[in-house]
């Protein structure tokens, strides 16, 4: 499948973690029969060990029913269990729009996830259970509202997990629900992230937004970071003060921008920098064209340290263990006795996932978040 039908169809397939997390939850005792109406190449059906298994999917090649699942007509047909990880489709770009409302209820701008979401719940039969991947979007758009409305007057949602890393190709963050259909609203069990990690049960929150912004969990108690590290990270003084003393033919230590900081490699010297509008190949600081003030800071920033990109999907950081490079703004700067440790706990996934956790949302791009000293002082130690 070629990339432009890969992007048209939604074909972006799920990792066996979580086609498995789900099945888990949405197969019950006394299922016989299970649906995936976006199936692929299976993946759901298979991991459910159902005996009666239907699956739909809209890609010519598909070895199983080869249909348009919200276009087919189903008749009274019902299943036990729906499950899968349908197609997002995201309606405002011209490749993927199905050009018009949806006839699943919501807007015209209700991905296409959403759609499926309604089918799975009119396909489910009373008792039985819907487990599906959607993309966190539908947990807030206002086109998706009115589905969200549909879905709770129909199902008790059992189960979520979500993940604010990338869980597979597809650049859009997802979470994952078990429905039990006709069943009574109780308390939500949730998993958090790549590795599913059980998080207390919540009870139901007003808005399907706020089962990931109430789910937050609570600051760790224990040893973290901040006790054996201090962060911090320069602003508009440096930065328009290191204006007029930085240049490639200049003597004096060199400029560490973000861009060059990779995990466990600075690229200075290797790759090209901008700093003020410019455009520098390896940049230093005339630490004498510097006012005094900013002399005194030069002084305290040139010590052994390790210095942290601001904007990042993955922390990056790199030792300076002679102190010879200065930061510019607004890198981030950690100076510690034990600057080794405080490497291996930043390098750590667990570190990763804690801030990914803690400041979902705060960076430019997708998945990207924005580190600060308090976030970073803050990462568990244990
Ligand atoms: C995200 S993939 C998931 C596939 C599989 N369930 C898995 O998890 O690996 C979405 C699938 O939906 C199919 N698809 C897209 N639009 C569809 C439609 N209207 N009806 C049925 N299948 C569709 C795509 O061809 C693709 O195989």
Request: with cysteine.
């Amino acid at each position: 499948m070629n990339q432009q039908t890969r992007k048209r169809l939604g074909a972006f397939y799920t990792p066996p973690e979580l086609v498995n997390a789900i099945v888990r939850e949405a197969v019950f005792d006394g299922a016989l029969s299970v649906l995936d109406p976006a199936c692929g190449d299976g993946r759901f059906l298979r991991a459910t060990g159902l005996n009666e298994q239907v699956g739909v999917d809209l890609d010519a090649a598909t070895s199983f029913i080869h249909d348009d699942a919200l276009a087919r007509e189903w008749g009274d047909t019902q299943f036990d269990v729906v499950v899968g990880n349908p197609p997002f489709l995201n309606q405002l770009a011209s490749s993927t729009t199905r050009g018009g409302r949806s006839r699943f209820g919501g807007g015209p701008y209700a991905d296409a996830a959403a759609e499926f979401l309604m089918l799975a719940m009119r396909l489910c039969r009373p008792g039985g259970r819907v487990g599906l991947v959607l993309p966190q979007s539908l947990l807030s758009t206002r086109d998706t509202a009115s589905i969200r409305e549909a879905v709770d007057s129909m199902a008790a949602l059992r189960w979520m997990w979500w993940s604010n890393t990338r869980m597979f190709d597809a650049n859009v963050r997802v979470w994952a629900g078990v429905w039990e259909v006709g069943g009574q609203q109780n308390g939500v069990r949730r998993a958090y992230g790549p590795d599913f990690s059980e998080l207390p049960t919540t009870p139901r929150p007003a808005t399907w937004s706020g089962l990931l912004t109430d789910a937050a969990p609570a600051p760790h108690a224990g040893p973290v970071l901040g006790d054996i590290a201090t962060f911090s990270v320069d602003f508009r003084e440096q930065y328009y003060g290191l204006i007029g003393a930085v240049g490639d033919n200049v003597d004096g230590p060199p400029l560490v921008t973000s861009g060059l900081i990779e995990p466990g490699r600075c690229l200075w010297g290797e790759r090209p920098v901008r700093f003020a509008k410019q455009r520098y190949a390896a940049p230093r600081v005339a630490v004498d064209r510097l006012s005094p003030r900013l002399q005194r800071w030069a002084a305290a920033r040139l010590v052994p340290k390790l210095l942290i990109a601001n904007q990042t999907r993955v922390i990056e950081a790199v030792h300076d263990p002679h102190g010879e490079w200065l930061p510019s703004v607004p890198v981030i700067t950690a100076v510690s006795d034990d600057c080794e440790t405080v490497l291996r706990v930043l390098n750590n996934r667990a570190a990763n996932e804690w801030v990914h956790h803690q400041a979902a949302g705060s960076g430019l791009g997708a998945g990207t978040v924005r580190l600060s000293p308090t976030l970073l002082a803050g990462i568990p130690l244990r």
